[in-house]
């Protein structure tokens, strides 16, 4: 048995007539219209507070954001990135054993193979592109400079 009551909007109910006949939200004070005087002291009660609203300071600063600080004419323009290496022999060579992997693979009946045949062929043919391009990846720069921080990418 769950002790969850079984109308849970009656039980709401009872715990704010609860909470209003202790008295609880009856003296909210409004933040919008400070008092020209100072009440008379009388016992500590909690109160509440609303927010104040932040300044418009922009992050923190006690000056404003001037627009004019940003023009179009400061923008960051990266430089153009280095072109591709040229591919070599043995790469391009992986590449199209695994694109014809893929094609077998997919239409067997393209090059007229029965796709029991086929298949076989095409994962031999797939898996071996995928070695030769793992395979000839290098592990180290070939020429670390004379700033080498060990950083890789």
């Given at each position: ?21 202790e ?30 609203e ?15 600080w ?6 960051y323009v990266?430089?153009?990135?280095p ?13 199209v ?28 043919s ?21 700033r ?6």
């Amino acid at each position: 048995m769950s002790d969850r009551p079984d109308d849970v909007d009656a039980a709401f109910a009872e715990i704010v007539a609860d909470l209003e006949r202790e008295g609880v939200g009856r003296t909210m004070p409004d933040v919008s219209d400070p008092p020209d005087e100072p009440d008379p002291p009388t016992a500590p009660t909690p109160t509440v507070t609303r927010p104040v609203e932040p300044s418009q300071a922009w992050r923190g600063h006690n000056a404003d954001w001037d627009w004019s600080w940003g023009t179009e004419e400061e923008h960051y323009v990266p430089p153009e990135p280095p072109p591709l290496p040229k591919l070599r022999p043995m790469t391009i060579v992986a590449l199209v054993l695994i694109v014809v992997g893929v094609v077998l693979l997919i239409i067997p009946s393209l090059v007229g193979l029965d796709p029991r045949l086929a298949t076989p062929i095409a994962l031999l043919s797939i898996t071996s592109g995928g070695g030769m391009l793992l395979l000839r990846a290098h592990q180290t720069p070939k020429n670390p400079g004379p700033r080498d921080d060990g950083a890789q990418i």
